[in-house]
């Protein structure tokens, strides 16, 4: 957390939070709703796309979560709840400087080690890590999948092929050999099974 964004906290300590004025796409784009009514579906409220590479950057370096799972903005004093259309951290997958899959958050984080996976009817992939719950975003899932293999070194097409497949081990190919169980998960079960708040 930034310094300044401490010393309001200790200055101003008692700003009511507020809620229905952010969110994060499941794309990984942080949008404000200047009326604050952004707790509704995502095509409801789509909201204004923030653009500024500063503010993305401050926000992204101010951005936590408390002890119930509910992730938040702390603008200054002023704790700004977030709206999760699909994950508190987005993922995407690149290579790291040996030319390894590298797991990274929308904020350029590196996230993991990837403790369990879980893919739902929908197609989405999710993540958890010490850093919390993340979504593959979309245009990553492909590269995601082909980097995912089981332990035994194969892809995973014989696995997603089956009608109902039980949990395989899995690790990122030519990553650290430490293996996550990948399972499969009902959207409705998403923020109990994961941790987090979507609409806090």
Same mark, same amino acid.
């Given at each position: 957390?930034?310094?300044?964004?401490?010393? &309001?906290?200790?200055?101003?300590?008692?700003?009511? %939070?507020?809620?229905?004025? @952010?969110?994060?796409?499941?794309?990984?784009?942080?949008?404000?709703?200047?009326?604050? $009514?952004?707790?509704?579906?995502?095509?409801?409220?789509?909201?204004?796309?923030?653009?500024?590479?500063?503010?993305? &950057?401050?926000?992204?370096?101010?951005?936590?979560?408390?002890?119930?799972?509910?992730? =938040?903005?702390?603008?200054?004093?002023?704790?700004?709840?977030?709206? @999760?259309?699909? %994950?508190?951290?987005?993922?995407?997958?690149?290579?790291?400087?040996?030319?390894?899959?590298?797991?990274?958050?929308?904020?350029?984080?590196?996230?993991?080690?990837?403790?369990?996976?879980? *893919?739902?009817?929908?197609?989405?992939?999710?993540?958890?890590?010490?850093?919390?719950?993340?979504?593959?975003?979309?245009?990553?899932? &492909?590269?995601?999948?082909?980097? @995912? $293999?089981?332990?035994?070194?194969?892809?995973?097409?014989?696995?997603?092929?089956?009608?109902?497949? &039980?949990?395989? *081990?899995?690790?990122?190919?030519?990553?650290?050999?430490?293996?996550?169980?990948?399972?499969?998960?009902?959207?409705?079960?998403?923020?109990?099974? @994961?941790? =987090?708040?979507? $609409?806090?």
């Amino acid at each position: 957390m930034d310094e300044q964004v401490l010393a &309001a906290m200790a200055r101003w300590p008692n700003v009511p %939070a507020v809620r229905g004025w @952010l969110s994060l796409t499941a794309r990984g784009q942080w949008r404000l709703h200047p009326h604050g $009514r952004g707790w509704g579906a995502p095509d409801e409220e789509p909201g204004e796309a923030i653009t500024s590479p500063q503010i993305i &950057a401050f926000i992204g370096r101010n951005y936590l979560a408390d002890e119930t799972g509910r992730w =938040f903005f702390q603008n200054g004093p002023q704790r700004v709840y977030v709206r @999760l259309d699909g %994950a508190p951290w987005i993922l995407g997958v690149g290579p790291d400087p040996q030319g390894r899959p590298r797991v990274r958050t929308h904020t350029g984080r590196d996230y993991g080690p990837v403790t369990q996976w879980w *893919l739902s009817p929908g197609g989405r992939l999710y993540a958890r890590s010490a850093q919390g719950a993340g979504l593959v975003a979309d245009r990553d899932l &492909a590269r995601m999948l082909d980097a @995912l $293999r089981a332990i035994d070194g194969r892809s995973l097409d014989d696995w997603l092929d089956r009608p109902d497949p &039980a949990g395989i *081990l899995v690790r990122l190919e030519g990553a650290a050999p430490d293996a996550a169980p990948l399972r499969l998960l009902a959207e409705d079960a998403l923020e109990a099974t @994961l941790g =987090f708040v979507r $609409r806090p």
